[in-house]
């Protein structure tokens, strides 16, 4: 098991509010999703304990207007309140709240049949949202059976024709649309336990795409993807601390805390037992 | 209660719950060849959208990167009236940086984005920032690292803010073209100044073209409303087009037709060189003359002719033309087949498609 490098800790530390939560950027309010991440990165009592504050009534963590009801980082808080009641209650909220199905259109097509986690209530299931859903069911509710073959199905049909994904059109009026770094490494982590080709389209997706596309975000998920894989890539280890080194990825929580649980023990969090 | 998140909206369902909203009538800019009925509903407050005036717009010749893009920009500011809109003020510049592919054309060119911070300062901004929300790439580093931005804007003095992951705040909508109510928005947009849209002049697989209102998108936090922005797309995208671009309010548009997209845009399309810069202070007036560079019929495209009659000028007789001849100035932008009546002097068919969607992107 790695230690989280202690330069990298400190500076996601250092973006973590009074209320014990972190923003999404230095000076902004605290939210869910970089709070969770934080929390498991850092396996962080203060940012859990945020998390129990922040959790709605239905279980899930909720970002943006009511209207809106952006729903998807409750299964990063699901796992990062896990083991117990307040985790127990997110994963029931993903696990009522799959996207609808919509009818077959030509224009992008998609399994009709398929569901997914959507980025907000109600709406269509797109790539990340389905395989951070994914991911957590498989870790914290392997019984979920159909739900799960659900997600693994999303993720199948949405496989860009060269291998990994990109936000989650594989076609659209007839052209082919190119995988993405960080959303292949989005799907990678759903997929570790799939013994299909998939899981090797994707990995080998990463391996090309990641020297072309330079960005915090994107290595630091590509990483952590790898390493839940039991797979190591040295060279875009080294890159990526370069880069926190130089540009400290933007300030983006989201992006120094993936780098965290990439290159420290909260990877083991996400690692999906074979 | 989430009505609007159930189903696309389309254009006759606009209508109708326009309708059931006792919205009233009426209708400011003559834009539009009948898209719509007679009695169209006017789904804003009225106080906060005066009728626009006469207004100007400069297209200024540029064939290159290279040029001196600077020149180019101040004289099109000057030209237009908008010096003062700058002196001392507060500024946001919004590129269009929805995705990134170094062998395509996709992005506000960096080169003029970084001319325009120059100028800014030349003019007495208080103040420049470069902000965008990428509409499909969650890593914005990337986007805006490897297509050369952020080290241009280091050297130009301006920072850069992802509107993605930005402190927001909550705006009531002024209008009501999709049911949202409301939109977060980036304080680093709300409380500039001047926000200055600066879209790539293309065309766009659903919407027709996408230009400064369209280029507003940006400005709305992935964070909140994903990647990509499904809820807009979800309630229709050129009625979300309108309300976006009515509560970001840009107040200077540029437009880079240097080089356009053409085809399968906004995306897949074909680079194709247009030769020109666009600019004015009025949004809507600039993207009546930037689809006319294009050979297309704004009054065809439902949300620029919609704008038209609430957010800004879109009647030629009220809008003066400055630098080049805008008529010499036409390069054919291939349309996809579903567009072509949005080619001026195509045989109208009742104007534009039904582009609401659910999947988006």
Redesign the interface.
Known sequence: MSSLPPELADRLIRLRNADGGF???A???S?P?PTALAAIALDDAAARGWLERAQRADGGFI???A????D?PTPFAALALSPGNAGERAVDYIAGHQAPR?GF?E??P?DPETRGW???????G?V??TARALLVMKLLRPAAREQIADGDRVLSDRECRRGGW????RE??G?A?DP????TAAGLLAVQDRTDPLRDRAVAVIRQLWR???????WAMSLAALHANGLREPALEARLSELIGR?N??G????LAWAAIALGPGIERLRIRR | M?E???RPMSRRRFLLRAAELGLATGAVGIVGAGILAQQKPSPWDAAAFPPPGDTRVAVLRATGYNGDLERTVMDGIRQVGAVDRVRGASVLLKPNMVEFD?ASVINTDPRLVAATVTVMHRLGARSVTVGEGPG????????A??SGLLDLLRDAGAT?V?LN????E?VTLKSGYTQ???L?LPTAVTRADLVVSMPKMKTH?WGGVTLSLKNCFGAVPG??????K??LH?AGLEQSILDVAAAVRPGLAIVDGIVGMEG?GP??GTPIAAGHVVIGTDPVAVDVTAARLMNVDATRVFYISEAARFLGQGDPRHITQVGEDPERSVTAFQL?PQFANLRIGAPAQGGGGDHA?????
């Open positions: 923003p999404p950027s000076g902004g309010a939210e999703e970002v943006g207007p209207a809106v009801s952006n998807s919509l259109d224009r992008f998609h959507g980025w907000t209530s109600r709406t269509f797109w990340e949202p990109n936000y989650g059109n659209v009026l052209t649309y993405y770094l960080q959303t072309a596309e330079a960005g915090g975000l994107g540009t990825l933007l983006d929580a989201v992006a | 989430k609007h998140l159930d170094p499909h790439r969650r890593d914005t580093q990337y986007a690292g490897t850069f992802d992951t930005a402190a927001l909550r949202l109510g409301e977060w697989h964070r909140i409303y994903g990647w990509p499904n809820v979800w399968d995306i897949q996809l969607k659910a999947a988006g992107g």
